[in-house]
């Protein structure tokens, strides 16, 4: 009998504007997931960009929800103002991060526009919240282009917050001497730190990065690199993680190696975030289409059984 669920708070890669709003799946054992709501939006987008992509999502210690994403549409953006240039969009991009909550995972506040960053950032993408227990706080990591190196490789940057209504000054949390890094999620395992990322270059995959304090410095976990050596670079991305009942890890990678719509995750496991030895496990796990850069929250059986039943009424944003 499973004491715990999973929630993948995640979007779709389509080239409509539907696509890149706030989907959920749900899980009861972290391998078979299912749609929320029909596989339809449970969270849109109305303020910025008007598209939203990256999420993350925290279940604080006084049992509140938070949601954060990139505020960036590709659907109307590519199109509109970042005239076909990935460059242009991570240069000019929004330096807010859009931000939800809910008390119950159904019932959501209107969106908040989070400012984050200022005229030296570029877009702030692919955000990521851990609690600080040492500092009882939470602290927001992202990637951004940056004017402190003339908007070259990105780094990832950070702010703290206690209520994720005051944040603290940006501040650089990691810099990758010979790439640009981005989609940073940390985890904490007996007291270390544990930091996936994707570089960009040198290699063209992910790595994964520790340290004994949750701003660093940080270390590269040489066994991880080991561990995908056969995980071809430049088509895996946006890793998340999850701590499975059994105590084991399971990381996702973002697999665009393919067709929009084919797109989504490949799942490796591990015994622990120290031993950094991770086996990839396709043939486990089974998704009812393309989950796109998301993070997991484990959730109780009776969140699970609301999730799963939950449809939204269309007119109610």
């Not at 999420?55 to 509109?80: C, H, P, Q």
């Not at 460059?87 to 991060?97: D, F, H, M």
């Not at 994720?164 to 001497?177: D, G, P, S, W």
């Not at 071809?232 to 067709?259: H, I, M």
Request: hydrophobic share 35%; net charge negative; proline share 3%.
């Amino acid at each position: 009998m499973n004491m715990q669920a999973y929630l993948f708070v995640h979007f779709k890669e389509k080239r409509t504007p539907d696509g890149e709003q706030v989907y959920f799946g749900v899980s009861t054992d972290g391998f078979n997931w299912e749609k929320v709501n029909d596989g339809n939006p449970v969270l849109w987008s109305y303020y910025g960009d008007k598209g939203v992509r990256d999420f993350t999502i925290t279940r604080t210690k006084e049992g509140k929800f938070v949601i954060l994403a990139t505020d960036l549409s590709l659907s109307y953006g590519m199109l509109n103002q970042y005239n076909h240039s990935w460059g242009e969009a991570a240069r000019n991009g929004s330096k807010c991060l859009s931000l939800w909550e809910s008390e119950d995972l159904i019932h959501w506040s209107e969106q908040r526009m989070i400012k984050l960053g200022d005229e030296d950032f570029g877009c702030l993408w692919a955000p990521d919240i851990i609690y600080d227990n040492k500092q009882d706080d939470y602290v927001i990591h992202w990637s951004s282009a940056h004017a402190r190196n003339n908007y070259g490789f990105k780094g990832i940057f950070y702010s703290r917050t206690k209520d994720f209504k005051n944040f603290t000054k940006a501040q650089l949390l990691y810099q990758k001497e010979d790439s640009g890094v981005i989609d940073s999620a940390m985890y904490e395992e007996d007291g270390s730190y544990y930091m996936f990322l994707k570089s960009e270059q040198n290699p063209g995959k992910n790595i994964l990065m520790k340290s004994e304090d949750i701003t660093g410095p940080f270390k590269r976990v040489d066994t991880f690199d080991k561990s995908m050596e056969d995980v071809e670079a430049g088509l895996y991305e946006a890793p998340t993680a999850v701590k499975l009942e059994d105590g084991k890890w399971c990381l996702f990678l973002d697999f665009y190696g393919c067709s929009a719509e084919q797109q989504g995750y490949v799942p490796f496991i591990a015994n622990s975030l120290a031993s950094g030895q991770f086996v990839r496990s396709d043939k486990s796990f089974t998704f009812p289409y393309g989950f796109k850069h998301g993070t997991i929250l484990t959730i109780t059986m009776e969140e699970y059984e609301i999730l799963k039943s939950y449809q939204k009424i269309p007119s109610k944003y």
